[in-house]
Nanobody, 128 residues
């Protein structure tokens, strides 16, 4: 059973930066072996994909709103995937989740419905 735990969410002013982390654990779990996606759900909105880093080669993909502002990376020693967010906007507010696909071992980008293991999320609030 894989467990994912997000952290790093906070209240930040527009234009500010945050770094989110997703730590994975479980028997035999290695972040190298799984594509890890970041998703968010804003108030009154559906969950949307933000960024993704593919298993093995670490190829990354981003939503149009995240391109140029967000960077997804991984630390294999720490079994952690991070999401660096810069130039934050009000519309970036939401709960951010990390997730993996343990069944099909898909490569990025991966829609939310394919992911079967989710963290509980971390809240990001962008407000003046």
């Amino acid at each position: 059973q894989v467990q994912l735990v997000e952290s790093g969410g906070d209240l930040v002013q527009p234009g500010g930066s945050l770094r989110l982390s997703c730590v994975g654990s479980g028997p035999g779990f290695l972040v190298f072996d799984y594509s890890v996606g970041w998703y968010r759900q804003g108030p009154g909105k559906e969950r949307e994909a933000v960024a993704c880093i593919s298993r093995n080669d670490g190829h990354t993909t981003y939503s149009n709103s995240a391109k140029g502002r967000f960077t997804v990376s991984r630390d294999l020693d720490a079994n952690t995937v991070s999401l660096e967010m810069k130039s934050l906007k009000d519309e970036d507010t939401g709960v951010y989740y990390c997730a993996i696909d343990t069944r099909d071992h898909s490569r990025c980008p991966i829609p939310a419905w394919r992911m079967d293991s989710w963290g509980k999320g971390t809240l990001v609030t962008v407000s003046a």
